[in-house]
């Protein structure tokens, strides 16, 4: 006979595979939620690209604010083909098995990708306070040295943060049921199949998660605090409307990538709702990397010249 701990350990090696019930839900939709996601993919992979290739070809766009648009901009790329191509197959196909392997890649990266941009927007923020705060200093504060190295360190920091999230759920065991009411591995979900107290789990993944969620977010508020209080020196109010419009769109993306990741994330695990996250899911994975070239294309004088500019040129007529 096996002892309990046995058939744990039995369940855990036989359990190989996943189900991603993702939107089963909505069986009369599956059709139309494929080709509206296929679409909405393909205008972000397009929208971030275009943003990548405006700030390389254009000499105007080599300073550090585009620097790190770009990285953005590629995050989201990768950040978005992560999940979105998994769950546009389990739609086509109805195959909606994820291997034990890819599911924690799939949680790897997407930990990776999420905490990478906590810092990079960190970085974007500490940008825009020298740019504004300390302007005569940019040159120096803001050297190619320095963006790289704040780069480097963004996607570094999702790299250990990933890699702690990961490993705290995937060495656990899992056993009984193994559908995933989600359309992703993500790790609430993962950790109620787990087998035994996840107590300690869930409490060292919050722990881990606000370090790595709240540090850039106060380096950010510190950040626009030393920027508030030098626009409010600013004696003429044009100035000050024309100084604060150079921060509108990254405000507007923190706020739209914070606050979906705080009601995510941060919120007592006693409130989790499968099918209310499942949804709010959806717009941090696929509406929010979609915004974000438009928000920085529609706010950005420099970034529409520059598209002006090349359908000036016709290069393609």
């Known amino acids: 006979m096996f002892t309990e701990k046995g058939r744990i350990l039995q369940n855990r090696t036989k359990l190989s595979e996943f189900i991603l019930l993702g939107l089963s839900n909505e069986p009369n939709l599956q059709s139309t939620l494929f080709f509206t996601f296929l679409v909405i993919y393909i205008?972000?992979?397009?929208?971030?690209?275009?943003?990548?290739?405006?700030?390389?070809i254009n000499p105007a766009l080599h300073t550090p604010m585009y620097f790190f648009l770009r990285n953005l901009s590629f995050l989201e790329i990768c950040y978005t083909s992560v999940n979105v191509p998994k769950m546009l197959e389990n739609l086509l196909s109805g195959n909606k098995t994820i291997s034990f392997l890819g599911c924690a890649v799939q949680t790897y990266f997407t930990f990776f990708l999420g905490g990478s941009e906590c810092f990079l927007l960190?970085?974007?923020?500490?940008?825009?306070?020298?740019?504004?705060?300390?302007?005569?200093?940019?040159?120096v504060l803001m050297s190619r040295k320095v963006c790289l190295g704040l780069a480097v360190a963004s996607?570094?920091?999702?790299?250990?943060?990933?890699?702690?999230?990961?490993?705290?759920?995937?060495?656990?065991?899992?056993?009984?049921?193994?559908?995933?009411?989600?359309?992703?591995?993500?790790?609430?979900?993962?950790?109620?199949?787990a087998c035994g107290d996840t107590?300690?789990?869930?409490?060292?993944?919050?722990?881990?998660?606000?370090?790595?969620v709240a540090l850039p977010f106060i380096l950010i508020l510190m950040s626009y605090t030393g920027i508030i209080v030098t626009i409010l020196g600013i004696s003429s109010s044009e100035g000050r409307k024309k100084t604060f419009s150079t921060c509108t769109s990254h405000l507007i993306v923190v706020t739209l990538f914070y606050g979906s990741a705080c009601i995510m994330y941060l919120k007592p695990n006693s409130t989790y709702s499968p099918n209310s996250d499942k949804y709010l899911s959806l717009f941090y994975t696929i509406v929010s990397p979609l915004l974000n070239p438009i928000i920085y294309s529609f706010r950005n004088k420099e970034v529409k010249g520059a598209l002006k500019r090349i359908w000036e040129r016709k290069p393609f007529r």
């Open 43 to 56: 205008i972000t992979l397009a929208g971030n690209f275009i943003i990548i290739l405006l700030t390389l």
């Open 122 to 139: 960190a970085s974007m923020a500490y940008d825009r306070y020298v740019a504004i705060c300390k302007p005569l200093h940019y040159p």
């Open 155 to 193: 996607w570094l920091s999702g790299f250990l943060m990933s890699f702690g999230h990961t490993s705290m759920v995937f060495t656990m065991s899992f056993c009984g049921s193994n559908e995933i009411n989600h359309f992703f591995c993500d790790i609430p979900p993962l950790l109620k199949l």
């Open 199 to 212: 107590s300690r789990n869930e409490i060292a993944v919050f722990v881990m998660t606000m370090i790595f």
